[in-house]
C-alpha cells in the first residue's frame, strides 16, 4: 500500500470511505487538543491519559500516540493485554495497567516496562514471581480503596498492604511508584464522598510514608474531578472520557463549555431508499407504524455494531442536516428511519450522521445516551470492530509532530 494508508496502520484514510456502510471518523487532532486542555484544567499536573476498552472505542495506538503528542505524558488501561497491544505498537511512554487476576502471566508486561496495580497481597505475590522470573524489578503502584467500594484495599487492608510491600521492596522485587485511588462520585463534585473520598487518601499516603514507602506519584482523579476539583490533582490526574472529548459532568456543560470537543463521529450510507404507505408495520414485531405515505431508509449498522437496541423508535440522526429518527427495531446489522416523518428524502449511497459534535444538527453521543437510558462513556466504547475507523487529523501520526 502506499499514501495516507501508509500513515495509518491502524486506521483509514479519510478518501476511502467511499463504498463503507458505516465509519467512525476518528479526529486525533481532537485528542491532542483535548489533552492540552486537561492539561490546563489540571494547572500543569501531568495527563495520564486513559486510552482502556480500545480508546473508549475510537482506537487503542492512534488515540494513544494523539494523546501523547499533545502533552500526555503516561498512558493508563486496564488489562494488562492492552497494555501489551501498546508497547507491540511501538508506544514507550510510561504505562499502567490495574487488572489482573491470580494466575494472570505478569512477566511479559514485566519485560514491557508496564507498570501494575496491587490492591492485594495476593497481587503482590504474582509482582514477586514475576520479577524473580525476569530477573527485574516491578514497578508497582498500590491502590486504596478511600470509598469507591471497588478495587484496591479497603480500611485495615490497606495497613496488610504496606506490610506486604515492605520485605519485596528491600529485596528489589518491587519498586513503589505510585500510590492512588478511584472516586465514586466525581461526576457530583458537591457530594460529600469526593471531600471524604480525598481525606482518606491523603491519610493513607501518609500512613505509607511512616512505613517508609514514598511513592513518586500519587494520582485520584478521573475525568470529571480533573475539571471540577484541584484539591483532587496531587502528581497525575487520569482522564479518561474527556480525552475523547465528552462532557464526564453533562449536568454541569456540554464539552465546549470545557474547551473539549467530540473526537469521534459515527457515519452511514443509506443502503436503500423505498417508498412506503400509510400504515406499514416497520423492523421485527412492528413497533413503529408509519404514519402517512412515505420514505424509509435503510441504515445498515446495527447492533452487532454497537447500536444499542434501547434506541428503538428513538436513536436520532441527522439526514441533509436536519434530525430524523430510528422507525422501529434495530436490528443486528441495520436500521431503518423514516424520512417523510421528518420531511426529508435521500438517495441509496448518501451518508448520515449518527453522532457527532452537535454542529449541523447533529446528534451528539450525550444526545443518544440520553434516547437510550445510558451514558456517553457506553455510546461510544461500544462502538464494535466491524465499523472501520477512519482517521483524520495528523496528531501523533508519524508523519507529523517531529
Ligand atoms: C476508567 C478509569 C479512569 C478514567 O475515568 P474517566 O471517568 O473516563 O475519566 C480513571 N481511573 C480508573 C481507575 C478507571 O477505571
Sequence with gaps: ???PMELAPDGLAPTDTA????????????IADNVAALREHAGGTP????????????????????????GASWLGVAQVAEALDLRAAGVTAPLLSWIHVPGTDLAPAVQADIDLSAGQPWALASMADAARAT????????????????????GDGWTELLAAAGPLVAEGAIDIVGIWSHLAWADAP??????AQRERFVEAIAEAERAGIRPQVRHLANSAATLTDPQARFDLVRPGLAV?????????????????REAMRLLARFSSVKDAPAGQGVSYGHEYTTPAA????????????????AALNAGPVAVRGTRARIAGRVCMDQFVVDLGAAGLDAEPGEELVLFGRGADDEPTAQDWAEACGTINYEIVTRIGPRVPRVLVGTAGREDADG
Excluded at 495527563?47 to 499533545?70: E, F, I, N, Q, W
Excluded at 530477573?135 to 478495587?151: A, C, F, M, S, Y
Excluded at 458537591?190 to 471531600?195: G, L, N, Q
Excluded at 449498522?301 to 454497537?306: K, L, R, S
Design 294 to 309: 412515505t420514505r424509509l431508509g435503510l441504515v445498515p449498522i446495527g447492533y452487532a455494531d454497537g447500536i444499542p437496541r
Design 47 to 70: 495527563v495520564m491519559a486513559v486510552v482502556k476498552g480500545d480508546a473508549y472505542g475510537h482506537g487503542l495506538a492512534h488515540s494513544a500516540r494523539a494523546a501523547l503528542a499533545r
Design 244 to 260: 475523547y472529548g465528552l462532557s464526564p459532568v453533562p449536568d454541569l456543560g456540554a464539552p465546549q463549555r470545557f474547551g473539549l
Design 19 to 30: 463504498g463503507l456502510s458505516a465509519w467512525a471518523e476518528i479526529d486525533l487532532d481532537a
Design 1 to 3: 500500500m502506499t499514501g
Design 190 to 195: 458537591d457530594h460529600p464522598t469526593v471531600r
Design 135 to 154: 530477573g527485574r524489578t516491578v514497578r508497582v503502584h498500590l491502590k486504596v480503596d478511600t470509598g469507591l467500594g471497588r478495587g484496591g484495599a479497603l
